[in-house]
């Protein structure tokens, strides 16, 4: 009975298939505002389901000269990296599954497999649309993923640890971290917003340009595994975030309250700006993005001394 109660728990309080419901109902919520703020209807809150359902359903074609081993395993580690992230975060407002001392060193690689698994799909592949997404994909990557774990760390400094939970319990009994680390709030949310290559930072998958990028090449199954791997990540960096920067998530009430509210912001940022080309998103960020962050860490460790 206890093995059972185990994996009930590691599926739904809040385990796996939590995840990833939650990761289609926010990515739903998501495409919802950002129709209304076009003055468009947008998708119906099934439609992201809908759409899962329907490519895990379909044949999955494997295109000739891949590595017919990596073309299956990628898109599953991509998902088990996201939910393997997903077991140290306060998900929903309750504590984390597990939490050792740093652990978000391990969630941030966890998180980091997305995209490196989407990288490598399209350098599997032959065709040439997978291939430049792949370049586009791997190069913002390594733009994105060291400003987001340093704006990340900074919370962690002023907290005295690595450890997810130890942080939080800091965040909710302090002042809201966005307040006092402007500069790391702003960038984490850019950083979330390319790790996840969500507009403007949408250019490894630009459809006018290069079709759906590193994944063209990808249909039924392993597409949506990829999908589904991509919606766990946005409530996961949601999550991180908020409980991070605004005052923790201590109850599922303020959880849904911030995370949704925090949605709405990266919602009105993708509506307000157009697509920027792969130079602008990588040299520019790479240069300020991490150099903000790493000035706003002197002025922590100046305050803390003083």
């Known amino acids: 009975m206890e093995a059972i109660g185990n994996i009930v728990s590691l599926l739904f309080f809040p385990g796996g298939l939590f995840v990833i419901f939650a990761g289609l109902m926010y990515e739903w919520l998501d495409h919802k505002i950002i129709a209304r703020s076009q003055n468009r209807i947008g998708p119906r809150w099934f439609q992201p389901i809908a759409d899962a359902i329907k490519l895990l359903t379909k044949e999955e074609i494997v295109p000739d000269g891949v590595n017919p081993v990596l073309f299956a395993i990628l898109p599953l580690i991509a ?16 504590k984390p599954a597990y939490s050792f001392a740093g652990d978000l060193i391990v969630t941030v690689y966890m998180l980091s497999l997305l995209t490196l698994s989407i990288g490598l799909a399209g350098a599997n592949a032959k065709e040439r649309f997978s291939l430049v997404g792949s370049t586009r ?12 774990l340093l704006a990340l760390l900074g919370p962690a400094i002023a907290a005295g640890s690595w450890q997810i939970s130890e942080i939080v319990a800091y965040t909710e009994t302090h002042t809201w971290m966005m307040i006092l680390q402007p500069i790391g ?20 998958e630009a459809e006018t340009e290069i079709v759906a990028g590193a994944l063209t090449e990808y249909s039924g199954r392993g597409l949506a595994i990829f999908h589904l791997g991509k919606g766990a990540e946005l409530i996961i960096g949601l999550t991180l975030i908020t409980a991070f920067y605004m005052g923790g998530v201590s109850n599922p009430v303020w959880f849904l309250v911030k995370t949704v509210g925090l949605l709405a912001v990266l919602a009105a940022l993708q509506s307000l700006m157009t697509r920027l080309r792969i130079d602008q998103t990588v040299g520019m960020w790479w240069r300020y ?18």
């Open 79 to 94: 998902l088990a990296g996201a939910l393997t992230a997903a077991l140290y975060v306060p998900m929903a407002g309750l």
């Open 289 to 306: 993005g991490a150099l903000l962050v790493l000035l706003q860490w002197l002025i922590i460790v100046v305050v803390q001394l003083v």
């Open 137 to 148: 994909a791997l190069t913002q990557l390594f733009a994105y993923e060291a400003p987001f």
């Open 185 to 204: 709030f702003v960038v984490a949310l850019i950083g979330l917003m390319g790790k996840l290559e969500l507009p403007p930072f949408d250019s490894p």
